[in-house]
C-alpha cells in the first residue's frame, strides 16, 4: 500500500480550508472564542480537588474556630473560589459563597454549551465539504473524451476529498467534542464536591442567608 497516494494537497484543502471558514460563519466571534478557551482548557492543569481544597483548609479551619468576622480573604489561585470565599467574608453568609459558584458554573455551562455547538457544526459540515471536493473534482473531467490519467486524477481526488471529509468529522471533531464535554462533566463534580465540603465545614460558623435575605424573612 503506497500511503503517498492517499495525501492530496487540493483536496485537503477545499475539505479543511471549507470547513474552518463555513464553521466561523456558523459560530460567530462568540462560538470560536469559547471553542478556542475551551481547547486551551484542554490543554492546561485541570481543576484539582485536592489542591484547591488544601489552598483553602486554613482559612476555612480558622473560620470555624474563631468566626467569619476574623476570616481573612483567601489565597486560593483559583479565581471562583477566591471570589467565593471573599463573598462570604463580605456577607458573612454562606448563600453568598453558594450564589458566586453558581455564577461561575452558569459562566462555563454557558462557554462549554457554546464551544460543543461549534465543534458539532465542524463535524456537520465537514463530510459535506468532502462531497464538494468530490464533485468539483468531478466537474473537472474533459467533456471532449476521457483519457486514463485524466480519469485517475478526478477519481483519486473524488474519493480522497470523501475521506477526508469522514475522516476529519469522526476521528478528529467528534471525539474532540466529546472530549471537551467529558473534562467539563468532570470539572463540575469536582467544584460541586469542593463546595459541598465547604459548606460543611462553615455550616455553624456562617449563617446560611445573607442579611437582606433575613430581613425579608423576618
Given at each position: 500500500?503506497?500511503?503517498?497516494?492517499?495525501?492530496?494537497?487540493?483536496?485537503a484543502?477545499?475539505?479543511?480550508?471549507?470547513?474552518?471558514?463555513?464553521t466561523?460563519l456558523?459560530?460567530?466571534?462568540?462560538?470560536?472564542?469559547?471553542?478556542?478557551?475551551?481547547?486551551?482548557?484542554?490543554?492546561?492543569?485541570r481543576?484539582?480537588?485536592?489542591?484547591?481544597?488544601?489552598?483553602?483548609?486554613?482559612?476555612?479551619?480558622?473560620?470555624?474556630?474563631?468566626?467569619?468576622?476574623?476570616?481573612?480573604?483567601?489565597?486560593?489561585?483559583?479565581?471562583?473560589?477566591?471570589?467565593?470565599t471573599?463573598?462570604?467574608?463580605?456577607?458573612?453568609?454562606l448563600?453568598?459563597?453558594?450564589a458566586?459558584?453558581e455564577?461561575?458554573?452558569?459562566?462555563?455551562?454557558?462557554?462549554?454549551?457554546?464551544?460543543?455547538?461549534?465543534?458539532?457544526?465542524?463535524?456537520?459540515?465537514?463530510?459535506?465539504?468532502?462531497?464538494?471536493?468530490?464533485?468539483?473534482?468531478?466537474?473537472q473531467?474533459?467533456a471532449?473524451?476521457?483519457?486514463?490519467?485524466?480519469?485517475?486524477?478526478?477519481?483519486?481526488?473524488?474519493?480522497?476529498?470523501?475521506?477526508?471529509?469522514?475522516?476529519?468529522?469522526?476521528?478528529?471533531?467528534?471525539?474532540?467534542?466529546?472530549?471537551?464535554?467529558?473534562?467539563?462533566?468532570?470539572?463540575?463534580?469536582?467544584?460541586?464536591?469542593?463546595f459541598?465540603?465547604?459548606?460543611?465545614?462553615?455550616?455553624?460558623?456562617?449563617?446560611?442567608?445573607?442579611?437582606?435575605?433575613?430581613?425579608?424573612?423576618?
Open positions: 500500500m503506497d500511503i503517498s497516494a492517499l495525501w492530496d494537497p487540493a483536496s484543502s477545499i475539505v479543511l480550508g471549507g470547513t474552518l471558514f463555513a466561523a456558523r459560530a460567530g466571534p462568540s462560538g470560536l472564542g469559547a471553542t478556542a478557551l475551551s481547547l486551551a482548557g484542554l490543554a492546561t492543569k481543576f484539582d480537588y485536592g489542591t484547591a481544597r488544601a489552598e483553602i483548609a486554613a482559612e476555612v479551619e480558622s473560620i470555624r474556630h474563631d468566626g467569619v468576622l476574623r476570616a481573612q480573604p483567601s489565597n486560593s489561585s483559583d479565581p471562583e473560589i477566591a471570589d467565593a471573599g463573598a462570604l467574608i463580605r456577607h458573612r453568609s448563600h453568598a459563597a453558594m458566586e459558584h455564577r461561575y458554573k452558569q459562566l462555563r455551562n454557558t462557554r462549554q454549551r457554546r464551544a460543543l455547538r461549534t465543534v458539532y457544526a465542524a463535524a456537520e459540515l465537514a463530510p459535506i465539504f468532502g462531497l464538494a471536493g468530490t464533485l468539483l473534482a468531478l466537474s473531467l474533459p471532449g473524451g476521457l483519457q486514463a490519467r485524466d480519469l485517475a486524477g478526478a477519481v483519486g481526488m473524488a474519493v480522497l476529498s470523501t475521506l477526508y471529509g469522514l475522516l476529519m468529522a469522526h476521528l478528529a471533531l467528534m471525539p474532540l467534542a466529546h472530549w471537551i464535554e467529558r473534562m467539563g462533566e468532570k470539572e463540575e463534580a469536582d467544584r460541586q464536591h469542593l459541598d465540603w465547604l459548606g460543611e465545614q462553615l455550616t455553624d460558623a456562617c449563617p446560611s442567608m445573607s442579611p437582606p435575605e433575613r430581613r425579608r424573612k423576618a
